[in-house]
C-alpha cells in the first residue's frame, strides 16, 4: 500500500541530492538483475518482481506470474495481509509494511501494484522514479488528473507499463473487437452496455479498533482521515471516497472493450448524460463520429457490450463473443487458445507474460497505461454525469470540460496534506 511521509521519505531524500521535499525526482535504485542495457534485462534473465499490496487479487497474481519474473519481496501496510499471503504461497520472501522501504531495500526490476483504486497512483509514480517497470492492477486510478499524471510520468521515464486489463491480451477479444473495428458488423448503429453500479457516499460509521499491524493511516493513502471501520477498509469498493463502485472495477474491462472495439483506445466520447436519476442510473454518452453508447442493461456481458451493426449484431464478454448471424465471422481463433484462460482467479498469466516480454523488449505492451487511462476515465466520465445530473460536455484531446467548472471540479479531489503527487523533476 502507499507509505507514510515519515522515516521513508527523510531515507529516501538522504539519498536523492537535490530532490524536491514534495516528492521523489530521480531514479535511485539498483534494478535486481545484470541488464542486457540500462534497464532492461537480458532475454535470459528473470526479472526480479516486488509486490505492493498482498491482498486477494495480488495473490492471485503471485501465482500466474510466469517462470520469466522472480518474486523477490512483498508488502503490504496491514501486516496481517502480508503474512497470510506468505503462508498461502510457502514462501519465504522478505516482507515490509511500507513499499519505500522494500524499493530502497531490495533490487528490483518491476513491480506489481495491487493496491485499491485510491492508493494506487502514488506508489506507482515512486516505482516510476526508481526506475521500475509496472504492472498495475484496474481500475487504474481515483481521477482523471491523476491518471494523466501518471501517464505523462510514464513516458517521461520511459518505463514499461501494463494495466491489469488482461481482456486486451485474450485472443477471443483482439478477433472480436477488431471485426466491429474494420467494419465486420457494417456501420455501427448503437452499443448496449451493462450498466454498472457506482459508489455511495461516506455517512459516517461508528469507530472500531484497528486491528494489530495495520496501518490504518498509511492505507487512508490521499484521502479524508476517518476513524476506523472493517466496512471502510474491506469494502472499499462500495465507498466514493475510495473508488468509483462496480462502474469502475467491472466497468474497467467493459468499457475498455468498446474503447476498443470502436477504435477509440487513445480517446473517449464527447457529450454523456444520465437517462436515469441516482448513483446506480443508466448512462448514454455519444462519440465525436456520432456513435451512441447505452450504460442500460442489468444482465448480459459484464465483461464487454453488445454491438449492433447495420449487418450483423456481435455481443462481446470475456474470454468469447457471439454474432447474428453468425457467417459474418470467418477464420476465428482456435477455440482451444480460449483455454488459457480458463481456471479460478480471473487467469492473468499471459497478460502477465506480455508485459515481462515487454519490459526485456521494450515494446508497448498490450494494455497500456494510456490505454488503461483513457477507458478508466470513461468510466468516471458516467459516474460524473450520474453525480451532477446534467449532460456534460467534454473535451477528450484537452481532457477537460469546455466553461464548464462545475464538472471540472471533479477532474481531482482534495489531497491530505502529506499525500501529494511527486513532482516529475
Not at 457506482?198 to 455517512?203: A, I, K, L, V
Amino acid at each position: 500500500m502507499t507509505n507514510p511521509p515519515g522515516l521513508s521519505r527523510r531515507r529516501f531524500l538522504k539519498r536523492t541530492t537535490g530532490a524536491a521535499a514534495a516528492g521523489l525526482a530521480v531514479p535511485y535504485f539498483a534494478t535486481g538483475r545484470v541488464s542486457a542495457a540500462p534497464g532492461r534485462p537480458g532475454a535470459n534473465e528473470q526479472i526480479a518482481v516486488g509486490f505492493i499490496g498482498t491482498g486477494g487479487r495480488a495473490r492471485q497474481l503471485m501465482g500466474f506470474l510466469p517462470a520469466g519474473g522472480r518474486i523477490v519481496a512483498v508488502c503490504d501496510c496491514y501486516q496481517q495481509r502480508y503474512r497470510e499471503a506468505l503462508q498461502q504461497k510457502q514462501q519465504d520472501w522478505p516482507a515490509y509494511q511500507h513499499y519505500r522501504e522494500m524499493l530502497e531495500k531490495e533490487k528490483l526490476d518491476a513491480v506489481v501494484v495491487a493496491t485499491p483504486d485510491h492508493a494506487r497512483v502514488i506508489p506507482c509514480l515512486h516505482a516510476l522514479q526508481a526506475g521500475l517497470d509496472i504492472y498495475a492492477e484496474k481500475p487504474l486510478t481515483l481521477t482523471i488528473h491523476e491518471g494523466r499524471v501518471l501517464v505523462d510520468a510514464v513516458r517521461k521515464y520511459k518505463r514499461v507499463f501494463q494495466v491489469g486489463s488482461q481482456q486486451r491480451t485474450m485472443e477471443m477479444n483482439a478477433f472480436a473487437c477488431k471485426l466491429v473495428r474494420t467494419g465486420g458488423l457494417g456501420k455501427i448503429t448503437r452499443v448496449q452496455g451493462i450498466c454498472y453500479p457506482g459508489p455511495r457516499d461516506y455517512e459516517g460509521l461508528p469507530e472500531e479498533r484497528v486491528p494489530a499491524g495495520d496501518d490504518w493511516e498509511v492505507w487512508q493513502s490521499r484521502t479524508e482521515a476517518r476513524p476506523f471501520n472493517n466496512a471502510l477498509q474491506f469494502g472499499w469498493m462500495g465507498w466514493r471516497a475510495y473508488s468509483g463502485g462496480e462502474m469502475t472495477n467491472w466497468g474497467a474491462h467493459g468499457v475498455d472493450q468498446v474503447q476498443w472495439a470502436l477504435g477509440k483506445s487513445l480517446t473517449g466520447p464527447t457529450e454523456i448524460w444520465p437517462v436515469t436519476p441516482g448513483a446506480n442510473g443508466k448512462v448514454s454518452m455519444r462519440y465525436a463520429d456520432g456513435v451512441q453508447v447505452d450504460y442500460e442493461l442489468e444482465q448480459g456481458p459484464f465483461g464487454g457490450a453488445i454491438f449492433h451493426g447495420t449487418d450483423a449484431k456481435l455481443e462481446i464478454d470475456r474470454n468469447r463473443f457471439a454474432a447474428t448471424p453468425s457467417e459474418v465471422v470467418t477464420n476465428p481463433p482456435d477455440p482451444e487458445v480460449a483455454k488459457a484462460w480458463e481456471g479460478e482467479g480471473w487467469n492473468a498469466g499471459p497478460h502477465l507474460q506480455n508485459w515481462l516480454d515487454c519490459i526485456k523488449t521494450r515494446r508497448t505492451p498490450n494494455a497500456d497505461v494510456e490505454i488503461g487511462h483513457r477507458s478508466i476515465s470513461v468510466c468516471h466520465l458516467a459516474n460524473f454525469a450520474r453525480e451532477i445530473g446534467r449532460k456534460l460536455r467534454w473535451d477528450p484531446d484537452k481532457e477537460v470540460f469546455p466553461g464548464d467548472d462545475e464538472a471540472n471540479a471533479y477532474l481531482e479531489r482534495p489531497r491530505r496534506k502529506g499525500w501529494e503527487l511527486p513532482e516529475l523533476t
